[in-house]
């Protein structure tokens, strides 16, 4: 049973350019949660995805952007990268049509923006 | 807005001793909460879950009691090992999304 899945695993970007994360969710789930996790500290609900739209979003600028395609993997893209983007990046899947609450997690994307 | 934080950052326990990591929460409406387990350079892990419903649900050598008067949840874990040295978080589920705390260091003393 495949778990959650990420790439790249690290990533170096420089401040103004674009990156794009991917993930695919756990075999069998259809919903996709996005969170950014500074160092030292608990990771912060970006969105989520499900049915290709997003269903709820946090406190995050307009800068992060998301998709999910027909299969349910996912791609989060931030724009304009600021030196407060690094952080580690993580997706979490979950099975909403069976109304399961609990999500899963990938072990996420390393982003350092110099 | 809401928040679920942790009252101790960092743990230190002998290995074979009993661990217990502790968390509060402010939101009385939510009705289930999750423990992670995060290893450096690893994304978190699910450990045990509970939902308000429950005081008390137990795994394999972890136990997690939640306390609705005063808004506290606990995760026990026996015989502790090496291998438990983690942060580990407690998660509320608002909703779509988690809110995590801060998370706690546990360190295993061998």
């Known amino acids: 049973d495949a778990g959650v899945t990420q790439s790249p695993t690290h990533l170096i970007k420089t401040r103004g350019q674009q990156v794009t994360l991917r993930c695919s969710p756990k075999s069998g789930h259809d919903t996709v949660s996005w969170y950014q996790q500074a160092l030292g500290q608990g990771p912060q609900f970006i969105f989520q995805?499900?049915?290709?739209?997003?269903?709820q979003r946090g406190n995050f600028p307009d800068r992060f952007s998301g998709h999910q395609f027909p299969n349910y993997s996912s791609e989060l893209n931030v724009n304009a990268l600021l030196l407060g983007d690094s952080a580690l990046y993580l997706c979490a899947s979950s099975f909403l049509r069976l109304a399961e609450e609990t999500q899963y997690f990938g072990p996420g994307t390393r982003l350092l923006v110099l | 807005g809401e928040s679920v934080g942790l009252h101790l950052p960092t743990l230190s326990v002998q290995e074979g001793d009993n661990s217990i990591i502790n968390c509060a929460y402010s939101n009385s409406a939510s009705d289930y909460f999750i423990w992670y387990k995060q290893e450096s350079g690893k994304g978190p892990q699910f450990i045990i879950d509970?939902?308000?419903?429950?005081d008390k649900r137990q795994g394999q050598r972890v136990t997690v009691l939640l306390n609705k008067t005063v808004k506290h949840l606990s995760l026990q874990i026996a015989a502790t090992q090496p291998g438990d040295s983690a942060v580990y978080f407690c998660?509320?589920?608002?909703?779509?999304?988690?809110?995590f705390g801060a998370g706690t260091i546990l360190r295993v003393k061998s």
């Open positions: 995805y499900y049915e290709e739209e997003e269903r």
């Open positions: 998660a509320e589920v608002d909703g779509n999304k988690l809110v």
């Open positions: 509970i939902r308000s419903n429950m």
